[in-house]
């Protein structure tokens, strides 16, 4: 990186802290602090919202699933748009009607304060956890690339998420994020028309589309109804809607976002201004790692992105075997190159029969390719059992730190950085909140000033940094960064998502039932996800992470239906067998 690169870089993301603590300074009640006042209009709202769940994984992790898998995640946002619509139609009312500040509390208004503490406390752990891996997931792949130390990367971007949200609460991280967005927005699209003009002079974005297509990377739509395959039509729309639904509907860090609307047309307008850019701008950034993936059939590439775990190899007794495999894939590189060149000239001369065979041939180069890595991943486990193989969040950073100019390098990680701290800052925002407001405050015995309780949040919002922060110093990398925030939330989500349907649609479900309902739900959830997609007895995953918040919806609703059926027949036996 040359010195403009680092003026960039350090100046965007003091310019987000600077700006946060002087735009919101001076909070002095819950209304300001935890509810930003509730004037937010709909495109601050909206743009809130997409960053909040625009993390730096989604602009790390995407592309490089789609360098690796294509096109196919798109659709684990078939169902959003149907979300949306579902919250604008019934949370986001009942919500404003009761001028709640938390998801939760309305919860207690229908159920009991036992299941508003539970849902708070399932909220707590699984956004704890994200809240870190949002830290870690920048930091281990700046650290690894640029050489930097990992833990005092996770403490500086902790560090300068804390400034701004515990100075300024909820309209802090939402003005914050308007800034973010744009920057994210810019810095990706400079990127992608980087990529295409990096591409031979006779490769136009239509014929890079075609040679993606050829090696499988465009297919976009699978009506598989396999409940194996991670990512389908059937799994989006279904496991996807209820994912989203849970999300948006329940979870705090976005429920937060669009209580600080200044009425529920400005609230509903945000959300709906999310569900209609949110796949678009997705489908974008999968895009993007499309491209790179062409990129990368004309130029060179390394046998394994993440440069950590090639040291390692390198520096141990399988280094001459690593070198061979190297050279293998150096050879590949040539056959590969001359593939895409053949199948080029078979598109321009419109000969279906070479352009069959030409397909053929690239397929069978790829497929060879990927052997090759498999190979050089398990080397490198033998060399260091505690390595990381995975390097799919290494792909897109190695292209910019290697391929982009100086300046655009300083602003892509910039871009990298504002989103791990708009998505942090968010979760850091609701963890306080909901800590202070749904925990703190509700089972404290006695009055106090409302200045007591924005200090509460101010100190539980600092706490919750401090956990994510050495949260994020234990992490792993695991398959895939956005796939694991993902199936964190997957195994939390429905559950409480099945509590607020109650709440919402069967009024005749009491507090008692969906209270033993919701802890069995969580206790099978988690039995479900062991056995079935991250230890298999069979080693083969049986189930697809995204039908996890289906499963736990509908298992608590039909659970809390026996309970309560139970508990009358109960009450009904007993005054029959009094008289």
């Given at each position: 990186?040359?010195?403009?690169?680092?003026?960039?870089?350090?100046?965007?993301?003091?310019?987000?802290?600077?700006?946060?603590?002087?735009?919101?300074?001076?909070?002095?009640?819950?209304?300001?602090?935890?509810?930003?006042?509730?004037?937010?209009?709909?495109?601050?709202?909206?743009?809130?919202?997409?960053?909040?769940?625009?993390?730096?994984?989604?602009?790390?992790?995407?592309?490089?699933?789609?360098?690796?898998?294509?096109?196919?995640?798109?659709?684990?946002?078939?169902?959003?748009?149907?979300?949306?619509?579902?919250?604008?139609?019934?949370?986001?009312?009942?919500?404003?009607?009761?001028?709640?500040?938390?998801?939760?509390?309305?919860?207690?208004?229908?159920?009991?304060?036992?299941?508003?503490?539970?849902?708070?406390?399932?909220?707590?752990?699984?956004?704890?956890?994200?809240?870190?891996?949002?830290?870690?997931?920048?930091?281990?792949?700046?650290?690894?690339?640029?050489?930097?130390?990992?833990?005092?990367?996770?403490?500086?971007?902790?560090?300068?998420?804390?400034?701004?949200?515990?100075?300024?609460?909820?309209?802090?991280?939402?003005?914050?994020?308007?800034?973010?967005?744009?920057?994210?927005?810019?810095?990706?699209?400079?990127?992608?028309?980087?990529?295409?003009?990096?591409?031979?002079?006779?490769?136009?974005?239509?014929?890079?589309?075609?040679?993606?297509?050829?090696?499988?990377?465009?297919?976009?739509?699978?009506?598989?109804?396999?409940?194996?395959?991670?990512?389908?039509?059937?799994?989006?729309?279904?496991?996807?809607?209820?994912?989203m639904l849970a999300y948006f509907g329940t979870d705090?860090?976005?429920?937060?976002?669009y209580l600080s609307g200044k009425s529920i047309r400005?609230?509903?307008?945000?959300?709906?201004?999310?569900?209609?850019?949110?796949?678009?701008?997705?489908?974008?950034?999968?895009?993007?790692?499309?491209?790179?993936?062409?990129?990368?059939?004309?130029?060179?590439?390394?046998?394994?992105?993440?440069?950590?775990?090639?040291?390692?190899?390198?520096n141990s007794e399988f280094a001459e075997d690593y070198?061979?495999?190297?050279?293998?894939?150096?050879?590949?590189?040539?056959?590969?190159?001359?593939?895409?060149?053949?199948?080029?000239?078979?598109?321009?001369?419109?000969?279906?029969?070479?352009?069959?065979?030409?397909?053929?041939?690239?397929?069978?180069?790829?497929?060879?390719?990927?052997?090759?890595?498999?190979?050089?991943?398990?080397?490198?486990?033998?060399?260091?059992?505690?390595?990381?193989?995975?390097?799919?969040?290494?792909?897109?950073?190695?292209?910019?730190?290697?391929?982009?100019?100086?300046?655009?390098?300083?602003?892509?990680?910039?871009?990298?950085?504002?989103?791990?701290?708009?998505?942090?800052?968010?979760?850091?925002?609701?963890?306080?909140?909901?800590?202070?407001?749904?925990?703190?405050?509700?089972?404290?015995?006695?009055?106090?000033?409302?200045?007591?309780?924005?200090?509460?949040?101010?100190?539980?919002?600092?706490?919750?940094?401090?956990?994510?922060?050495?949260?994020?110093?234990?992490?792993?990398?695991?398959?895939?960064?956005?796939?694991?925030?993902?199936?964190?939330?997957?195994?939390?989500?429905?559950?409480?998502?099945?509590?607020?349907?109650?709440?919402?649609?069967?009024?005749?479900?009491?507090?008692?039932?969906?209270?033993?309902?919701?802890?069995?739900?969580?206790?099978?959830?988690?039995?479900?996800?062991?056995?079935?997609?991250?230890?298999?007895?069979?080693?083969?995953?049986?189930?697809?992470?995204?039908?996890?918040?289906?499963?736990?919806?509908?298992?608590?609703?039909?659970?809390?239906?026996?309970?309560?059926?139970?508990?009358?027949?109960?009450?009904?036996?007993?005054?029959?067998?009094?008289?």
């Open positions: 990186m040359e010195t403009i690169d680092w003026i960039v870089l350090a100046g965007t993301l003091l310019f987000i802290v600077t700006y946060g603590v002087w735009k919101t300074k001076g909070s002095k009640n819950v209304e300001d602090y935890v509810g930003g006042g509730r004037d937010s209009k709909w495109w601050t709202i909206g743009l809130s919202v997409m960053a909040t769940q625009a993390s730096a994984i989604t602009f790390l992790s995407t592309p490089g699933q789609a360098f690796h898998d294509g096109m196919g995640f798109v659709q684990f946002y078939f169902g959003l748009p149907l979300a949306m619509i579902v919250i604008c139609m019934v949370f986001i009312p009942i919500y404003h009607k009761l001028k709640v500040y938390t998801a939760y509390e309305f919860l207690e208004n229908r159920f009991d304060l036992k299941t508003r503490t539970l849902t708070a406390i399932l909220f707590l752990i699984q956004r704890g956890l994200g809240a870190g891996i949002t830290i870690f997931a920048p930091a281990i792949i700046l650290s690894a690339i640029l050489g930097w130390d990992l833990r005092i990367l996770n403490i500086i971007i902790g560090v300068l998420v804390i400034i701004y949200t515990v100075s300024g609460g909820t309209k802090a991280v939402s003005v914050t994020q308007k800034q973010q967005m744009i920057i994210i927005m810019t810095g990706m699209f400079m990127a992608f028309f980087y990529i295409i003009g990096y591409l031979p002079d006779d490769i136009s974005f239509s014929k890079a589309l075609k040679i993606a297509g050829a090696s499988d990377k465009l297919e976009i739509l699978n009506f598989d109804f396999n409940v194996k395959s991670r990512y389908t039509f059937w799994s989006g729309i279904t496991g996807g809607f209820f994912l705090q860090s976005q429920v937060q976002r400005e609230s509903q307008l945000g959300l709906i201004f999310n569900g209609i850019l949110k796949i678009p701008m997705q489908f974008f950034i999968l895009l993007v790692g499309v491209m790179v993936f062409v990129f990368y059939q004309y130029n060179a590439s390394p046998l394994n992105f993440n440069p950590a775990a090639t040291s390692k190899v390198m070198s061979l495999l190297e050279e293998a894939h150096r050879e590949l590189e040539i056959e590969k190159k001359m593939a895409q060149n053949q199948y080029s000239s078979a598109i321009e001369l419109k000969e279906f029969t070479a352009i069959e065979q030409a397909k053929e041939e690239i397929i069978s180069v790829n497929r060879r390719d990927s052997t090759n890595r498999v190979a050089a991943k398990a080397l490198i486990k033998k060399a260091d059992s505690s390595a990381e193989t995975n390097d799919k969040d290494f792909v897109f950073i190695h292209f910019i730190l290697t391929n982009l100019p100086t300046g655009l390098i300083g602003l892509l990680l910039a871009v990298i950085l504002s989103a791990a701290m708009s998505s942090t800052a968010s979760e850091l925002n609701a963890l306080g909140t909901i800590t202070a407001l749904d925990l703190y405050k509700r089972n404290r015995i006695g009055d106090f000033s409302e200045k007591h309780y924005v200090n509460a949040s101010k100190l539980f919002t600092l706490v919750w940094g401090i956990i994510a922060i050495a949260i994020s110093c234990i992490a792993n990398l695991f398959d895939n960064l956005i796939q694991l925030v993902n199936i964190i939330g997957s195994i939390f989500y429905g559950n409480v998502l099945g509590v607020f349907l109650i709440a919402f649609f069967f009024k005749f479900v009491k507090g008692n039932a969906v209270f033993i309902a919701a802890i069995l739900t969580q206790i099978i959830i988690f039995i479900i996800y062991y056995y079935m997609i991250y230890a298999p007895p069979s080693g083969e995953e049986k189930l697809g992470f995204l039908w996890l918040t289906f499963i736990g919806a509908a298992l608590v609703i039909i659970m809390a239906f026996i309970f309560e059926y139970f508990d009358r027949f109960q009450t009904y036996a007993s005054k029959n067998s009094q008289s």
